[in-house]
Each structure stands twice: as structure tokens, then as C-alpha cells.
């Protein structure tokens, strides 16, 4: 043990980790961390995103984390050591799953034809985002259909997101390593329509002028799911109160729209041609 910590500067506390370890704790420990962890892997890019970082790193250990980036746990305590984090020699305790919850009636009366599939795990595994392949099977589930995704841990972003487009969720923790996540419409929710989005009025010309002068506007219509959602939030974080963002973009992003008013700020959609979406967020 002497030895290696001999690589760690002595103004450095020693923080003890393991395969469980969660990512914030690496990083609330120190936060220079993070880039020798992006470095491990180009997946680990989005943790740059403070949004993205904040709903993935509490719930991501280093076990997970290395499988989504094809790496092993053995290259991160390799990276880590130089920050002040040493490996845990003590036997690794076996990973329980969650406290099951109640299977809902939901989930119970479904029947087989009423079940539509998505396993996300390959496309994990290679390193592909899932959301925008999620988002089109959602849009495209017939009534009283519902998604069961199979994922290797429980899409708690995904289901914020759903459940304020008025879905039902339940997760089931199979096993470790296999995670299933329903998701049904519950009766008498809205359809994810422009309709149902609100912000359609016919004052965007009026609300338009009222912020002349006073835009920042930004272009995601180059981006790939989920990035045109994170480039807003993140711009919208230091965006002043006096001022709108306008917004170039290919959709109705309708999984933003909830969050956005979550966050205090009102919006105006325009949709100028197929493909071409234009949108103005400001200070409620």
C-alpha cells in the first residue's frame, strides 16, 4: 500500500473506492476527476453536460459506467489514483437489487399482442444513445399498447420525462444487470400532438417584438438526440432574465416542453416547414 500511495501527493485525502463506487461521489470528492474519467472514454463526454451529469452521476457506479464506455473498473482505479482515490482491498459486498414494488394493474392485465419490446442493452453496449429510438416508439404505440424497455439499469430521466406526457411507469429489477421498465398511457392523457403541446397562439409575432433586440438565439437542427435538448437546458441556465431564446430546430421537441415549464419559462412554437421548427423561451 506504501508504495502506491507514493504517487498520490501528500495534500491529497485518500478517498477508498470500488466497483460500486457512485460517479458523483468520485467527483464531489474531486472534481478534476471528471476529465481523467472523459478521458477513459468518448461516451463519457456528456458528463461535461452539468444537466446530464447531474441526473446520471448519482446513479451510475463504476461498474455501470465502465460497461457503457467499454471499458473495465481496473482502467478507472488506474486514471483515479493520481486524484487521491485508492482501491478498497476489502471483499466487494454482492450488489442487492432495489425493493420491488407492487406489480400495477396496468402491468398485470396486459396481454401479449398489447406489448411492444425495446432492448436498449446493444445499444448501449456500442455506445449508441437509446432516446431518440425510444421516442419514435413511443410516438408510434396504438391505443392500449404499451413499451416494456429492457435496460441494464432503471431509466430514471426516461421516466420524469413520460410520466409528464401523462404515461404510467413500473419498473421490475429482474436481475442485476437486467432491468425491465413499463410504460402505458394512462386514460384520458394527452396525445404528445402539436396540439397538445400548447404554446401554438397566434401572438408569436406580438411576443416576437416585445423581446426585439434582446434574442440569443442558437441552432440544434445539426444535432443528434438527446444533444439539442441538453444545448437548450444548458443555455437556458445562464440565459438573463431580461433577455428570449430562440431556438432553430427540426422538431416540436415535445419531451422538452414539460421541463422547460418546470424550470419557470414560458414558450411560443412556429412551425415554418416541414422539418423547420422555430421556438422562443423566456421568463414567465
Not at 91 to 106: A, D, R, S, V
Not at 118 to 128: C, E, F, K, N, Y
Amino acid at each position: 500500500m506504501k508504495g502506491v500511495l507514493a504517487f498520490i501527493p501528500e495534500n491529497i485525502n485518500v478517498m477508498l473506492i470500488n466497483s460500486q463506487t457512485k460517479i458523483a461521489a468520485l467527483l464531489k470528492h474531486h472534481p478534476d476527476a471528471l476529465e481523467a474519467i472523459v478521458s477513459l472514454s468518448p461516451d463519457f463526454k456528456k458528463l461535461r453536460n452539468p444537466i446530464l451529469r447531474k441526473l446520471m452521476a448519482g446513479r451510475t457506479s463504476i461498474s455501470m459506467a465502465s460497461k457503457i464506455g467499454g471499458c473495465l473498473p481496473e482502467d478507472f482505479f488506474e486514471k483515479l489514483r493520481p486524484y487521491g482515490f485508492e482501491v478498497d482491498q476489502a471483499p466487494e459486498p454482492e450488489e442487492e437489487l432495489p425493493e420491488q414494488k407492487p406489480m400495477p394493474e396496468f402491468v398485470k392485465h396486459l396481454q401479449a399482442g398489447q406489448i411492444v419490446i425495446l432492448d436498449v442493452r446493444a445499444m448501449l453496449a456500442g455506445g449508441t444513445d437509446p432516446l431518440k429510438h425510444i421516442q419514435q416508439t413511443v410516438k408510434q404505440l396504438l391505443p392500449g399498447q404499451a413499451l416494456k424497455i429492457v435496460n441494464t439499469f432503471e431509466p430514471t430521466p426516461l421516466i420524469r420525462l413520460l410520466e409528464k406526457q401523462g404515461f404510467q411507469a413500473y419498473t421490475d429489477f429482474v436481475e442485476k444487470d437486467w432491468v425491465e421498465t413499463w410504460f402505458s398511457k394512462a386514460e384520458g392523457a394527452a396525445d404528445l400532438s402539436t396540439e397538445a403541446v400548447g404554446g401554438t397562439g397566434a401572438d408569436w409575432d406580438q411576443v416576437l417584438k416585445s423581446y426585439k433586440d434582446r434574442l440569443h438565439e442558437i441552432d440544434v437542427r445539426h444535432l443528434e438526440m438527446p444533444a439539442p435538448m441538453m444545448s437548450i437546458l444548458d443555455t437556458l441556465e445562464t440565459l438573463p432574465a431580461e433577455k428570449a431564446l430562440y431556438v432553430y430546430h427540426k422538431r416540436i421537441p415535445v419531451y422538452l416542453l414539460s421541463e422547460i415549464k418546470d424550470r419557470g419559462f414560458d414558450y411560443r412554437i412556429k412551425e415554418m416547414a416541414p422539418g423547420e421548427v422555430h421556438l422562443l423561451i423566456f421568463k414567465k
